[in-house]
């Protein structure tokens, strides 16, 4: 709007530049043909409209005219209209000019805001009142009528509403102390029946083959657990229930093995493998990405091709439970420079002969 009046109000001045040298009567003519004009626009328009840059130059221009002549003017709008628009002109100018001082409490800082926020997501149970109090003993000092109109408007609801829990919620929470196990068979070139032991963590997707055989008797499924126990210790993992189907071959003394250890064996229904989804859907995943396009040779070729799986599974393939990031590698810091992305330079590494790919950044 500036920008216009001042453009206005500059060809305004060169327009009476050029009505100096003219004649009274040449001005008479001129305004005669303006009006006629006028009268000619007015009956073929409807009510006209005005943008604020035309009320303020209007209103600057006709507002030294008494009322008397002012009413005699042949104008689109009535004189009233006009002295309202230099009344209004004024008092956006006095408000300009005169800016209130800014009254009530003052704003709550940014971090403060956060760190309710964060309180009142980590903390379920916790209500305004708690949250205050919490602030109160680190020192920060806030009203708690502030917290409660911040949880409000985030559209976080009070705690009694928080306080229940999904069964994704309860389940996340619970990950951390189930392993899943399972036997999967596969077949050679020859037609020969191979049977393979995995063992997978709940919290982590970490996966774990303990062995491969033709034959699976009971004192090699024992040994079997033997190891797991053995794996778990040096990873100082803190699982206590085990999860398995109703498989003949884990036998009583499988079970006992793990009870001596601390752990309880709990085992699914009677054919309902969604009771043991996690180690299920593993399987396809290695059928899917391994096996099914791999030409198993022997028991030593299945288990080398497992052992490559594993490791890429483990440390590289991303995992959408784990928010992208692999079992035994977190995500990387994102790149936040324009230059690095539009100049990347990214590797590939193959393992079992292309049938699995890793990318890498080049050194």
Request: proline letters at 5%; a positive charge.
């Amino acid at each position: 709007m500036l920008l216009r009046l001042a453009y206005l109000a500059a060809t305004n001045t060169f327009a009476l530049l050029r009505l100096l040298p003219m004649s009274d009567r040449d001005k008479d003519i001129e305004i005669l043909a303006l009006r006629h004009q006028l009268l000619v626009l007015q009956r073929q328009i409807g009510k006209p409209t005005f943008s604020d840059t035309d009320r303020a130059v209007l209103a600057g221009l006709l507002h030294h005219l008494p009322m008397d002549k002012l009413r005699h003017i042949l104008l689109l709008v009535r004189p009233d209209t006009v002295l309202r628009w230099h009344r209004n002109l004024l008092r956006r100018r006095h408000a300009a000019t005169c800016i209130p001082k800014r009254r009530g409490r003052p704003p709550t800082v940014r971090s403060v805001r956060a760190l309710v926020l964060r309180l009142a997501r980590e903390n379920s149970s916790w209500g305004y009142r708690r949250i205050h109090g919490e602030l109160a003993a680190l020192g920060i000092k806030v009203a708690a009528s502030t917290i409660w109109e911040i949880l409000k408007e985030h559209g976080i609801p009070p705690a009694p509403e928080r306080q229940s829990t999904t069964w994704a919620d309860f389940l996340r929470g619970q990950a951390g102390a189930l392993l899943a196990c399972d036997f999967f068979e596969t077949r050679t070139l020859t037609g020969a029946r191979l049977y393979v032991f995995a063992v997978i963590e709940h919290s982590t997707r970490r996966i774990r083959i303990l062995g491969i055989t033709a034959h699976p008797t009971a004192q090699w499924v024992v040994q079997l657990g033997r190891n797991l126990l053995m794996d778990l210790e040096d990873a100082v993992n803190k699982a206590s229930f085990l999860i398995r189907d109703r498989d003949s071959k884990f036998t009583a003394a499988f079970d006992a093995v793990l009870a001596d250890a601390g752990f309880k064996v709990v085992t699914t229904g009677i054919q309902m493998p969604r009771m043991n989804s996690i180690v299920e859907r593993w399987i396809q995943t290695c059928r899917r990405e391994l096996l099914d396009r791999t030409l198993i040779w022997n028991q030593t070729h299945l288990l080398h091709a497992l052992r490559e799986f594993e490791n890429f599974y483990n440390e590289h393939r991303p995992h959408r439970t784990l928010k992208q990031a692999a079992p035994l590698r977190p995500l990387p810091e994102p790149i936040s420079v324009p230059g690095h992305i539009r100049h990347l330079e990214v590797r590939r590494r193959d393992r079992l002969g292309g049938t699995l790919h890793e990318y890498h950044h080049a050194a």
